[in-house]
């Protein structure tokens, strides 16, 4: 039986009530019902993979505050783009325990950064036990997806992620197909080396609504296909046997006209969307109401426009609202 409601991921865990990617994030997350999570994970300098949205991590953790790291701040181009702060493949894992994560939009969830300086840093290892000690306290099966953060820029500075990533997934038991597993990158090189390493997931292309790759940008220039290109049919028929789904930005689905859901159904592909959260600041001009940018706006308008394109999979950062949103 096909599922009639899309999965709920927790973006990050629940970060609309507690620093992303900390532990009472995901705890919460799976506490108020998400069907899976999702990590990001970058490399430290020793191969400890870590949880953070960034490999730059001033706006996540307190590392400015931190004396002994003053001169590990430094510029450097990720993914083409010239990015001053701190980044943990300067840093060992043992060094990046000593840190504390912190909310990194206060302006917008002033109440998540309450929560600023309690909690350490994660890694992927610490997550996978949490989903997976999660799935038992609850009572049913949570899965994990799992997203591979530039790829390419590691590999050039001599951390190739895709056997740490497998080192990980099978010491965590997580990689025989025995707990649910998505696989997702903007990259889609990776993908496919951790698809020939035998790890048994479904794997998803993300999509931004503009640019090119990074990966396909470095080896092809500016003969790579757009991400715009690659949801097209045309674009669609190339990912048919090399990836399960793709996961686009939202505003890619509300734009007026688009057939992508359609498409890549008819491709035997999924679709999955991001990111579903109800402030104004986040929603569409049309659903914005009053308050300023961190009051709800009318988010269920923009949810249900979301929903009737039939897409599989929508990644929340209010796990509550998403459940009680999306799940029919």
């Not at 903007?186 to 999509?207: K, P």
């Not at 999955?272 to 600041?281: D, G, I, Q, S």
């Not at 300023?292 to 249900?304: I, K, R, T, V």
Request: hydrophobic residues 40%; charged residues 25%; proline residues 4%.
């Amino acid at each position: 039986m096909p599922r009639k409601s899309p999965l709920v991921i927790g973006h990050r865990g629940a970060p609309g009530y507690r620093p992303e990617h900390s532990r009472s994030s995901y705890e919460l997350a799976l506490a108020m019902g998400v069907d899976a999570v999702e990590p990001d994970i970058v490399a430290t300098k020793d191969g400890v993979l870590v949880v953070r949205h960034e490999n730059e991590i001033s706006g996540t953790t307190d590392v400015a505050e931190h004396p002994e790291f003053a001169d590990r701040r430094t510029t450097k181009r990720v993914d083409g783009q010239a990015l001053t702060g701190w980044f943990t493949e300067d840093f060992t894992w043992a060094e990046l325990t000593m840190l504390r994560g912190r909310e990194r939009l206060p302006e917008v969830r002033l109440s998540s950064a309450s929560f600023d300086g309690s909690q350490a840093i994660l890694r992927l290892s610490d997550v996978l036990d949490i989903v997976r000690a999660g799935s038992i306290e609850h009572g049913r099966e949570i899965g994990v997806v799992l997203e591979v953060k530039h790829a390419t820029y590691f590999a050039s500075i001599g951390l190739d992620l895709a056997p740490l990533i497998e080192r990980d997934l099978r010491a965590s038991g997580w990689a025989d197909g025995e707990l649910p597993l998505i696989i997702e990158c903007f990259e889609s090189t990776v993908l496919g080396q951790l698809r020939e390493r035998g790890i048994v997931a479904s794997y998803v292309y993300l999509i931004e609504a503009s640019g090119r790759p990074y990966d396909l940008l470095v080896a092809q220039g500016k003969q790579a296909l757009t991400y715009k290109a690659t949801v097209a049919p045309r674009g669609l028929d190339g990912l048919v046997g090399k990836v399960d789904g793709i996961s686009v930005n939202k505003r890619m689905l509300l734009a007026k006209g688009n057939t992508i859901v359609t498409d890549a159904h008819a491709r035997g592909l999924k679709v999955f969307t991001w990111t579903a959260r109800p402030e104004n600041a986040f929603l569409g001009a049309e659903f914005r109401g009053a308050g300023g940018p961190g009051a709800y706006g009318d988010y269920e308008s923009e949810w249900a426009a979301i929903a009737r394109t039939g897409v599989d999979g929508v990644f929340v950062d209010h796990p509550d609202l998403g459940v009680g949103f999306f799940r029919s």
